[in-house]
């Protein structure tokens, strides 16, 4: 590692850097430059940066930080995944803020992570399992099961029995994130609900590729219902 930035604090700086920078893709080179155990802390303090785009950046990277690291060192990234899921629980005494989002990255990147950890994230689902009640967190889960099942659905196919009560959130970013897990895992049992769906304007932000996409919730209930459609025909 470079001399100078050996120190937390300078290190720490020069993470916020990479992640601040505007083609923050090739970037992420960098990180695998040092090593995961050092880079990953400065990466999770990120998950709760005030700056929107950061801790997005953030969630993105541990990905690809913690996927190279099981490559190397698999049970180094299960003690990550771990660490990831402590914050979720209520004895850890946080919130869990960007756990989930990344605890998906993580197993977009990464096959065996996948197969481990994938029921852990549907029990979140589960008001039976391991739910997670706050609507902000919900948010969370919803994107990182969407960004799952865009990759990986076949590990998430008890997803399907969970999502139908996400659809009737509240909250307009759950029942969007909702709607595309569902169009994505073909839960064709929502398919009514997804139609109720398509009158509703209320709109949300969905972070991709380093980019936010607004759409509204019935744009995406639509998109749903359409891939649905061509999956059965």
């Known amino acids: ?22 083609d923050v893709q090739r970037r992420f080179s ?14 999770l303090s990120f998950l709760l940066h005030e700056n929107e785009t950061v801790r997005w950046r953030a969630v993105a990277a ?14 180094s990234a299960r003690v990550i995944m771990r660490r990831l899921m402590w914050t979720l629980n209520d ?12 605890m998906a990255e993580i197993m977009a990147r990464h096959r065996r992570l996948a197969e481990e950890f994938s029921p852990v994230v549907v029990s979140y689902l589960d008001t039976g399992g391991n739910f997670i009640e706050y609507e902000m967190l919900q948010r969370g889960l919803l994107w990182g099961i969407a960004r799952l ?20 959130s509240g909250d307009s970013s759950v029942r969007g994130l909702a709607a595309v897990a569902s ?4 839960a064709t049992q929502n398919r009514d609900r997804l139609k109720q769906l398509l009158e509703d304007g209320s709109r949300l932000k969905i972070y991709s590729d380093d980019t936010f996409v607004e759409r509204t919730v019935g744009e995406l209930a639509q998109q749903s219902l359409t891939r649905m459609d061509r999956k059965s025909s």
């Open 1 to 22: 590692m470079n001399a100078g930035i050996r120190g937390g604090r300078a290190l720490k700086q020069h993470v916020l850097a990479i992640l601040q920078e505007d």
């Open 30 to 43: 960098e990180l695998s430059t040092l090593r995961a155990r050092q880079a990953i802390n400065p990466l």
């Open 62 to 75: 541990i990905g690809h930080v913690i996927a190279g690291l099981a490559d190397e060192d698999m049970e």
């Open 91 to 102: 004895e850890s005494g946080g919130i869990g803020w960007g756990a989930p989002e990344a």
């Open 149 to 168: 099942a865009a990759v990986r659905p076949e590990l998430l196919g008890r997803a399907t029995e969970h999502l139908d009560k996400y659809l009737y």
């Open 183 to 186: 169009g994505l895992l073909g």
